[in-house]
Structures are given as structure tokens and as C-alpha cells.
């Protein structure tokens, strides 16, 4: 079809977003999916693969099976799915409807037989090795676990005021301890079949989903700032104070390395340039370094004499 439509340099992409899927010896890619990408790109020769299977779905099933979970095996089993790894999992093909959701082995079921996982090697009998298709799919179940942490995040006000208050103040060690214990309460993104920029969306779409909730604060991601593009930028307007954000990707728990490549970038590029322009009179700059469920934090005020 890439063929036809003269698209043969998008194969990877699509191979990497749509493919997968396996029934019985044959490896299937998602037809609708490759339609729809089609179609985009003969309006848009220069359009990137998207989610075409959340338009057609509520993915509700997805949200049900993240919210039977609890902190044991369950939980640990759709972080091992999510890293592009398998798990196995005894399937009934023949569960009636209304016995779909009684259990959460029935769940299992239910996202194999809709599309959401598929299966690798042969089955043993019901047994099967269960995992994510491509690209796509995982986008859905990340974004699935961000609404649920989003979620937790509002309903634990305490905790959200103290995280806010530590940024505001400059307190790094409390930011480190608030941050890390977010992250141990949610699922565990370590894919590695993605690019480190994708893994470091995680962390920084974790700390905007924190900050949507702070009532007074001015709060902006990737905005073009000095000579860059700095991944969150907050101003406390009603205290004059401004605070940069830099999150990156702690190889193998690299942290303190990470954090200063973090501060040497918002010091380069002068991400605080728009902040100063605004009047604050205190502007702290935060490395945050960040490796599976765990952070670092390092913090410095920026000096007087750059205002």
C-alpha cells in the first residue's frame, strides 16, 4: 500500500506504530490504522502516525483493567508490558458478557480478544505470552496510567500544597522526597525500545500533571525562552518569584550527572530571560534527574547580579 501510494520511506514508522498483531501463524499490522495513515498522507505528505484506535473506541476496558490493580503482581506485570517485555496469562476465549469484568484473570482476556494485547510464540494449551503490539497500543495504556495519576494527584491535596510549597521555597531535598514518592505510587515507565526524549515526556508529563492543580500559578511547558525551549516554566505571580524546570533521563541512575546537565542547559540558554523580563525578583532553577521510580534534585537561586 506504502508502495502504491509512493510512501516507502514512512515503512518504518508504520511498521513501529501499527504492526504486531499475530493470529494464529500469520503477522497481522492493524488495517484501519494503515488506511487512515494513508489517507492522511496523500493530504499531507509530512504527517506523523497518530492514535487512529482511540477514535473508535473509549478505551474503557484499558481504564478498568488499570483501576482493578492493586501494588502487588498486577501492577508489576503491566510495568513489565509496558517495557515491551512479555507476560503469561491463562485466556478463556468463550467468557460470556456478562461475566467479563468478575475477575481481573477475565480481564486479561478481554484485552487480548479486543486488540489491546496480542500474543507472542505459541500457546501452551490457554496459555499465552501476552504483549503490547506496537507503538500505538502502549500510547494508549500510557496515557490511561497519566489520567489515573492525574486523578490521584487531586484527590491527595496535602501532599500536592506540600510538593508547590518545596518548589516555591527552594527546597530541593523536599521536592526529591514528594516527586519520588509520586513516582512509586504510579506505574513504572521503563521502555526501552524508546528514544530517551520519549522517556524523559514521561517524567515531564508527571510534573505537569502535578502543577495543573495549583491554583495562582502561571504554569507553561516547552515555552520558547531565551535561546531555547525550556520544558517547564512557573511564575508564583502574587509572590514574584519564577522557577525553571529541567527535567532529563538518568541513564542507568546516573542522577547527579543528569541534574547538571539539566542546570548547565537552563544557565546556556537562559531560559530565566522571560521571567526577568516579567519582574521576578527570585527565580530558582531545578536539574531534576529522574530513573524508573526515582528522582534527584538539585536547585540554585539565580544570582541577583544576572537581573
Known amino acids: 500500500m506504502l508502495s502504491y501510494y509512493g510512501r516507502e520511506d514512512k515503512y518504518g514508522e508504520v511498521k513501529e506504530w501499527y504492526d504486531g498483531y499475530r493470529f494464529g501463524n500469520v503477522d497481522v499490522y492493524c488495517p484501519w490504522d494503515v488506511i487512515s495513515y494513508c489517507d492522511e498522507l496523500t493530504d499531507d505528505p509530512g504527517a506523523l502516525p497518530k492514535d487512529y484506535w482511540s477514535n473508535t ?3 474503557d476496558v484499558v481504564r478498568h483493567f488499570l483501576e482493578r490493580m492493586g501494588n502487588g503482581l498486577a501492577k508489576s506485570e503491566i510495568e513489565t508490558l509496558i517495557a515491551g517485555e512479555t507476560v503469561t496469562k491463562e485466556i478463556h476465549e468463550d467468557l460470556t458478557y456478562n461475566r467479563l469484568y468478575d475477575s481481573l484473570d477475565n480481564v486479561w482476556s478481554v484485552l487480548f480478544t479486543t486488540g489491546y494485547l496480542t500474543q507472542r510464540g505459541k500457546p501452551e494449551g490457554r496459555r499465552y505470552q501476552l504483549a503490547i503490539p506496537n507503538r500505538e497500543i502502549r500510547r494508549i495504556f500510557i496515557d490511561q496510567i497519566m489520567a489515573m495519576f492525574k486523578k ?4 491527595d491535596g ?3 500544597g506540600q510538593f508547590c510549597a518545596a518548589l516555591e521555597s527552594g527546597d530541593g531535598a523536599e521536592v526529591e522526597r514528594l516527586f519520588s514518592a509520586y513516582l512509586s505510587r504510579t506505574i513504572s515507565i521503563r521502555d526501552t525500545s ?4 520519549a522517556k524523559e515526556n514521561f517524567y515531564h508529563g508527571s510534573l505537569l500533571g502535578i502543577l495543573g492543580f495549583k491554583s495562582g500559578w502561571y504554569v507553561k511547558s516547552n515555552q520558547e525562552t531565551g535561546d531555547g525551549y525550556c520544558d517547564i516554566i512557573i511564575r508564583v505571580e502574587e509572590e514574584d518569584i ?4 529541567e527535567v532529563k ?3 542507568n541512575g546516573r542522577y547527579d550527572a543528569a541534574c547538571e546537565q539539566a542546570l548547565d542547559q537552563i544557565r546556556r540558554l537562559d531560559y530565566s530571560a522571560q521571567l526577568r523580563e516579567d519582574g521576578c525578583q527570585v527565580i530558582w532553577r531545578y536539574g531534576i534527574a529522574c530513573w524508573r521510580k526515582q528522582c534527584r534534585v538539585i536547585v540554585e537561586r539565580e544570582p541577583e547580579s544576572n537581573r
Open 57 to 59: 473506541s473509549s478505551n
Open 152 to 155: 490521584n494527584v487531586e484527590e
Open 158 to 160: 496535602k501532599t500536592l
Open 194 to 197: 524508546v528514544r530517551k526524549a
Open 242 to 245: 519564577g522557577i525553571i524546570i
Open 249 to 251: 533521563y538518568a541513564e
